[in-house]
């Protein structure tokens, strides 16, 4: 009869043997995780997995051994480096730009009309408290910040 050790231990090696399974792209299907392929060769990952476990190696070294023998993209988490920035970047980088443009076009929107108004006021002949008016009417308000402008909605 199997102690209570020895169940922890088979839970534990089995929990990690999962995760590691999770993580890892079968060579055969390539769409799914080992843990989820029934292909041939994801039931002998997966064994080979246990057995590594059991034989001590932590979970990097085994990620490591199974990248040396099938490549990168046996990995669903590729690594950060310099090949694989613009992958991990591109989301920022794109985002980003989004945010640029639309800012952007809100201050052209904002600041257009105010001078297009300006323009129509100073070719009419008007008296200088007239002038005065539509200048501090038509003049745009000082930029807040688009954060505390938020925050007010």
């Known amino acids: 009869m199997a102690s209570e050790e020895d169940l922890k ?4 090696v089995e929990a990690r043997a999962r995760n590691i399974s999770h993580n890892v792209r079968c060579t055969e299907c390539g769409s799914q995780s080992i843990e989820d392929s029934q292909a041939d060769v994801a039931i002998l990952l ?3 997995i246990r057995d590594d476990i059991r034989s001590g ?24 480096d ?8 591109s989301p920022v980088i794109v985002a980003g730009g989004a945010v ?25 002949p008007l008296t200088p408290i007239e ?3 539509m200048l501090d009417l038509l003049t745009p ?7 505390l402008r938020w925050l007010r909605r």
Do not use: C
């Open 131 to 133: 002038k005065q008016t």
């Open 141 to 147: 308000p000082p930029q807040q910040r688009w954060w």
């Open 57 to 80: 190696k932590t979970d990097k070294e085994i990620y490591k051994k199974l990248e040396d023998e099938f490549g990168e993209t046996v990995l669903y988490a590729p690594r950060f």
């Open 9 to 12: 231990k088979a839970q534990t």
């Open 100 to 124: 640029g443009v639309w800012a952007y076009k809100k201050h052209k929107q904002r600041t257009n009309v105010h001078i297009m108004a300006l323009n129509l006021v100073r070719g009419v």
């Open 82 to 89: 310099l090949q694989t920035a613009a992958l991990w970047l």
């Open 46 to 48: 997966r064994k080979l």
